[in-house]
């Protein structure tokens, strides 16, 4: 931030003029930031700006019904009076946040996580006025998710901003329905950039704020000084459930690349690279000569992938992608992500010989095997699983290494003979009585011949379990 040094009213002139009058030389403001430097800047009121966006922020309404049972239901003795009437009316749970119109049409972005698995969405305009909403596109990953209202008007829109332009210390309003309250304006600054590993999406790039956000304004508008979206409103770090100054919102720079793919018809999804990366330590960068810890180290390679086809090679760290310096795997993975499939991206490489630049084609990953999804069933330990073959798309959904093949969990009945031997989703099998397990169709087959124990392998978080069952 620049701050000129301004003369006062009857100030005195100097008593002697330089003999050789210097031109003074002209001052090329980066940005049109500047500090209040008055008491009457100091009075200036947030008012015109929350008028012309508020609009523009929704409430969000989901509901969900939720199966209830009832503590009889099973029992021998009462099914046999009372047959199944002891099955309880399924209940609806109800949750609720916010959302920012971003389309005149009527698109809305908010959280997936304030509509995930909803069988019904509502939106309440700031007007009062209420409609029904459909789902167009979602992303747990991204903790994304785009509405469409059809209401035969244009709606109230906040454009998108360049999140990238945002500097630590500029002004911010964030705009939601926090509690169920109505809608409620709060201001802060920005109070860091990147944060990741906050655990709650995939994509760890988030925009930290000081203004208050709380539970109900999830999916709200974080906007600049321009009345633009600079962020969606996604998380706070509290111990008590309210705020503490620390919110956590994601950058409209993603947004933007999810909501042009759902106006595509398309679902988001992130460019298949086929490497694995790691952070630079810091015994890495000085083997290497790096100045500092920074970037983002390649572990392995797939074969014929985008990354193989780019000229990567394992022991590379990828340092800049354009002209964005690369700190961390997760920056990578962000700017990638915001980049979007079907684009071309320069890295810029080093390795302990050379450094140089490379150029990347950014493609959907591919789904081969596929994936043929099965549900396991019949009388044996794995029951109520449900398994897919692994694929580099289905590794991406899961968020596992993009390497890894075989026979993944992709979800698990809770009320199943699976839940109860503790088999979990994203567990890789890898062996079942002596045999790999290569495929969906091989592990029905193994199961099916009736095996007089169980004794299989599987593969959790990269560590390998063993377990024998009789």
Same mark, same amino acid.
């Given at each position: ?302 074969? #014929? *992938?985008?990354?193989?086809? %780019?000229? !990567?090679?394992? &022991? @590379? ?9 690369? /700190? ?109 397990? #290569? *495929?969906?169709?091989?592990? %029905?087959? !193994?199961?099916? &011949? @009736? ?9 959790? /978080? ?9």
């Amino acid at each position: 931030m620049h701050t000129a040094k301004v003369a006062r009213a009857g100030e005195a002139a100097a008593a002697e003029p330089p003999a050789r009058p210097v031109p003074a030389k002209p001052v090329e403001p980066t940005n049109n930031r500047q500090a209040p430097r008055s008491a009457t800047e100091l009075q200036l009121s947030f008012a015109p700006l929350v008028k012309e966006t508020a609009p523009a922020v929704v409430n969000v309404y989901a509901a969900r019904k939720v199966p209830s049972r009832s503590p009889f239901a099973g029992d021998p003795f009462f099914e046999q009076f009372f047959g199944g009437r002891f099955n309880s009316r399924p209940r609806i749970e109800q949750s609720l946040g916010s959302g920012v119109i971003v389309d005149a049409s009527g698109l809305i972005i908010t959280n997936n996580h304030v509509i995930e698995n909803a069988d019904e969405v509502k939106v309440s305009l700031a007007d009062g006025r209420e409609f029904d909403a459909q789902i167009l596109s979602k992303n747990a990953q991204a903790d994304l998710a785009v509405l469409k209202v059809d209401a035969g008007e244009k709606f109230p829109t906040i454009p998108l901003a360049d999140s990238d332009r945002l500097e630590i210390g500029d002004l911010v309003l964030a705009i939601g329905n926090p509690f169920g309250i109505g809608q409620t304006v709060t201001s802060g600054i920005v109070s860091a950039l990147a944060r990741t590993h906050i655990g709650t999406n995939d994509f760890g790039y988030f925009i930290q704020t000081d203004a208050a956000i709380n539970p109900g304004n999830s999916g709200g508008a974080l906007i600049d000084m321009e009345g633009r979206l600079v962020g969606v409103n996604t998380a706070i770090f509290s111990r008590s459930g309210g705020s503490n100054g620390i919110g956590f919102a994601i950058p409209s720079n993603m947004v933007r690349v999810f909501v042009e793919a759902a106006k595509g018809g398309k679902e988001f999804e992130r460019p298949y690279v086929g490497a694995t990366f790691a952070p630079v330590t810091g015994d890495i960068a000085e083997a290497m000569g790096m100045a500092r810890p920074a970037g983002a180290l390649i572990e392995n390679v797939a074969a #014929q *992938s985008p990354a193989e086809k %780019a000229g !990567l090679e394992p &022991g @590379d760290v990828v340092t800049a992608v354009g002209d964005f310096a690369i /700190d961390s795997p997760d920056a990578l993975a962000y700017r990638l992500a915001t980049t979007g499939i079907g684009k071309t991206v320069t890295l810029s490489v080093r390795s302990s010989e050379r450094q140089r630049q490379l150029t990347l084609d950014l493609v959907a990953a591919p789904e081969v095997p596929a994936r043929e999804r099965l549900t396991l069933s019949g009388p044996n330990p794995f029951a109520g699983a449900e398994v897919e073959n692994l694929s580099p798309k289905v590794a991406q959904e899961l968020n596992l290494p993009a390497d890894k093949r075989g026979v993944v969990v992709s979800a698990i009945d809770g009320r199943s003979y699976a839940a109860q031997i503790g088999l979990q989703p994203r567990d890789i099998f890898v062996m079942l009585n002596g045999r790999k397990v #290569q *495929s969906t169709k091989a592990l %029905a087959a !193994l199961l099916a &011949g @009736d095996p007089r124990g169980f004794d299989f392998e599987i593969e959790r /978080d990269g560590q390998r379990i063993r377990r024998v069952l009789r």
